[in-house]
């Protein structure tokens, strides 16, 4: 069975600090792992996925198969941040949201 | 493209009452989720479809709860009878299972009183 666990239901930071959002999985094979975030009465959509490693609005997110871990990290956070953050996995077409974080970031 | 298109937007219902909610996917996507948002525990898959077809239904919380897709555009998901504890958004989702990016409808958030 397939499970993501967000440990954190609310973060909030101030401008211009760095932000991680923390992610961990649990899965048996090799999982496709993802960020979706949803902004303020807008859909959500897709942020960043681990097989594309690339940064996205600054965030970026390394898999870490050993600590079964993929955590989201900005330098320095920024007001229009402020969203819920949903870590995913994906396995046999499945996919399978964490409980999600409200971010909060404050001037 | 429109996107997922989902409707109601809202709806509020009486407890007991029948509550039908529709989803429209991504012409081309083949594969369908429904998704139900709640503060308490966020994002739950309730069931997917693959190709029309129900693969995993674990998440459906009773057997109040039941998905349809009858054709590769259109399914529902109905709730009979609603209770006050339905109430949240729920979300449809679709994708295309070769490129994994889920497209999501703005929701359904339903009120049952």
């Known amino acids: 069975a397939q499970r993501v666990t967000q440990p954190e239901k609310l973060l909030s930071v101030f401008k211009g600090a760095p932000v991680e959002l923390k992610c961990n999985y649990s899965?048996?094979?090799?999982?496709?792992l993802f960020w979706y975030v949803q902004y303020s009465r807008q859909r959500l959509q897709l942020l960043l996925r681990?097989?594309s490693r690339e940064s996205i609005k600054g965030f970026t997110a390394d898999l870490n198969k050993g600590e079964t871990s993929f955590h989201l990290k900005k330098p320095f956070a920024q007001e229009e941040d402020s969203a819920m953050y949903y870590c995913?996995?994906?396995?046999?077409?499945?996919?399978?949201f964490g409980a999600g974080t409200t971010v909060t970031v404050r001037a | 493209d429109a996107g997922v298109i989902q409707s109601p937007r809202h709806e509020v219902t009486e407890m007991g009452q029948e509550v039908t909610l529709r989803c429209k996917p991504i012409?081309?996507?083949?594969?369908l989720f429904w998704y139900r948002q709640t503060m308490m525990r966020g994002l739950e898959l309730l069931i997917y479809?693959?190709?029309?077809?129900?693969?995993?239904d674990s998440g459906m919380p009773e057997d109040r709860f039941s998905a349809k897709m009858p054709n590769a555009s259109f399914s529902t998901l109905k709730i009979q009878p609603s209770e006050p504890r339905d109430s949240a958004v729920y979300f449809c989702?679709?994708?295309?299972?070769?490129?994994?990016?889920?497209?999501f409808g703005q929701g359904t958030r339903l009120t049952v009183v």
């Open positions: 989702a679709s994708s295309f299972e070769d490129t994994a990016e889920a497209f």
């Open positions: 899965y048996s094979g090799s999982p496709e």
């Open positions: 681990h097989i």
């Open positions: 995913a996995l994906r396995a046999d077409y499945k996919l399978s």
């Open positions: 012409s081309g996507h083949n594969s």
């Open positions: 479809f693959n190709n029309n077809v129900p693969i995993d």
